[in-house]
């Protein structure tokens, strides 16, 4: 299933806020913290201000195997909500050795925020960010949370692989509850996919959904 094919955004929930359909985003030479973009299409870019509300999918996941293209400008970032709950992280990260805590990478399953701290986020086993401006992957298989009968959760949600540009940065990772500035608190069988689009400018394209037999 092709949630965003670059012709329209039919695939996801109204409002869309600033999102547009563009042919190409390249960076701003006087500002690489912006983007410079034409018309046509090809991707979706978060307006011209890279702050706007997010997108979210119109069809609900459970298991599935996701492959996402993404271009970030300089020092922005924004997020891949799986189940609109879980978060993978996409980050200005080129180069950077050590960022300021566990799963703020570009690649990273951002943390839960609990007691007023993060906890339990993910790094990366390694940076395999490109420069801002160039268009990078992620290519992610998640399995969803396991409930019984009476609706307990028996299982959590886990990460069983993510690779980022073709690398592999996690494998069986998993989820304890939903992380930081998901759409729910709860947690379900199935859920929406969340574009995060109010951290700054990014742009999107080629995100293909396969839903996997439990």
Known sequence: M????????????????DWAVVKKVTLDAADP???????????????????TTHLISKDEFGDVELHIEFCVAKKSNSGVYLMGRYEVQIYD????????????ECGGIY????????????????????PAGEWQTFDIVFRAPRFDANGNKIANAKFVRVLHNGKTIHENVELKGPTRAGLFED????????????????????????????
């Open 187 to 214: 947690e379900k069988a199935v859920g929406p996919l969340m574009l995060q689009g109010d951290h700054g400018p990014i742009a999107y394209r080629n995100i293909i959904v396969r839903k996997l037999a439990p």
């Open 93 to 104: 990260s080129y180069g950077i050795v050590k960022d300021q805590y566990a799963g703020i």
């Open 33 to 51: 913290g912006r983007f410079r973009t034409s018309e046509g299409e090809g991707a979706a870019v978060n307006g011209d201000k890279g702050k």
């Open 111 to 130: 943390p839960r925020w609990i007691a007023n701290q993060n906890v339990d986020g993910n790094s990366p086993r390694l940076n395999a960010s490109k």
């Open 2 to 17: 092709q949630l965003l094919n670059g012709n329209d955004l039919a695939a996801w929930q109204k409002p869309t806020g």
